[in-house]
């Protein structure tokens, strides 16, 4: 019987019962009621029901699925890092998952069960427990296709339906940008101007097409969206682009990269942002110009955190719960996504490899699927009993959040 955490805040664990021989249950590594810190803000967002505070404990999440698949030999891929139901974004020319702060080379698991868990919790807000199951199941069956060279997935219907919601004119998208901008600390901003010239430098250098002028920022700001972004400092910058006209405004994003050194599983080294560049590459169907690590000072400190910048498309759309009105609609996102992860990762490696590591990654699903799974039912429960201990340890206001419990 799950013993719901909500009952024991503020303790190291749960006595279950006296005198010798006494056991302790373990504190939940997904609640982070006791240690969260960030401002009202944050708490409110990923207060509002439990898919968003799924979407804001992925570092912990991560190794969690790592230590489930501890003595388990898994290949290593390039990770997506944080795929779930709303990373799912469209373009006019493409859909796919995109945000790849998280991308990094380690054990393909730690994407499928990442995806798996986001298909039950959004299965379950939407009420749709049963099919969640299901599709989850589902999933592994088309990356398991994929890498077989036996799947192929229709673009999701939903797909259109963002589309057909894109402005005329980058106009409304640019005002949109504009109108969230919050000013930056005086500090920061220089230690960022800094960072932003060497960048200039090194995209100038690549694009001898473009000049200063052309750089040249019209406004800068941080940026209140999103809510795994908020664990990082990120800047938005405004710049003039090809001519002075207003349309031709590019709006360029500048991100922390997120240290992932506690992630025990993962291969990484954050002295460079590197991995994120790879995992754009290998994931995302288009490319951006702008895409690129900035490059350190001369005179690196020790504790000097790198950064990496991207371009933002006018005409975008992510996936949002709400959006989905059916579990088919689930279910296509669902596919196309295992379709764009088992591509994704082995996309950056040259023939004949990639049919190698295919060939291992398939019997990796065969030989661990029944796992994936239960670590997916069991991500998922401790997930819930996580949002519901925060929300019910007064970090939030109850009122005005959706409560949803771990049974």
């Not at 019987?1 to 997904?30: E, Y």
């Not at 709303?86 to 994407?111: C, H, M, N, R, Y």
Request: proline residues 6%.
């Amino acid at each position: 019987m799950a013993i719901r955490t909500s009952a024991v805040l503020g303790l190291a664990g749960l006595a279950l019962c006296f005198g010798a021989g006494c056991k302790t249950l373990a504190p939940n590594p997904l609640d982070i009621s006791e240690t969260f810190h960030g401002s009202q803000d944050v708490r409110e967002r990923i207060s509002h029901d439990p898919y968003s505070y799924f979407r804001y404990v992925n570092v912990s999440f991560a190794q969690q699925t790592c230590q489930s698949f501890s003595s388990v030999e898994i290949p290593i891929v390039n990770l997506h890092g944080d795929p779930h139901i709303e990373q799912f974004a469209v373009t006019q020319k493409s859909a796919g998952l995109v945000d790849f702060d998280d991308s990094v080379a380690g054990p393909a698991v730690i994407d499928l069960v990442r995806f798996g868990t986001s298909i039950k919790i959004a299965a379950r807000q939407k009420g749709w427990t049963v099919q969640g199951d299901i599709i989850v199941r589902r999933f592994l069956d088309a990356y398991r296709a994929t890498l077989a060279g036996e799947g192929s997935y229709q673009e999701p219907q939903i797909v259109q339906k963002i589309r057909n919601g894109f402005a005329p004119s980058r106009q409304p998208f640019l005002d949109k940008i504009q109108s969230k901008l919050q000013p930056i600390d005086p500090e920061k901003m220089k230690n960022a101007g800094d960072g932003y010239r060497r960048y200039v430098e090194l995209m100038i250098r690549q694009n001898p097409q473009w000049d200063e002028a052309f750089f040249k920022p019209k406004s800068w700001g941080q940026f209140g969206g999103g809510i795994g972004s908020q664990l990082v400092d990120r800047h938005i910058m405004r710049i003039e682009g090809p001519t002075s006209s207003p349309e031709d405004d590019i709006i360029l994003e500048a991100k922390e990269v997120r240290d992932l050194s506690k992630v025990s599983c993962l291969r990484t080294n954050n002295d460079d942002g590197l991995r994120v560049i790879a995992g754009s590459q290998g994931f995302n169907p288009e490319s951006d110009p702008f895409l690129a690590v900035v490059p350190p000072p001369p005179h690196k400190a020790k504790d000097h955190i790198p950064w990496w910048v991207q371009s933002w498309n006018s005409d975008y759309g992510e996936v949002r719960l709400k959006s989905l009105a059916t579990p088919s609609d689930l279910e296509q996102i669902a596919l196309a996504s295992a379709e764009r992860l088992a591509l994704g990762h082995v996309g950056l490696l040259p023939s004949p490899a990639d049919q190698y590591l295919k060939g291992e990654l398939i019997k990796m699903v065969d030989q661990n699927r029944a796992k994936v799974i239960s670590t997916v039912d069991t991500l998922t429960h401790k997930t819930l009993e996580g949002y519901e201990a925060f929300v019910q340890s007064g970090v939030a206001d109850n009122s005005e959040t959706t409560q949803v419990v771990a049974k």
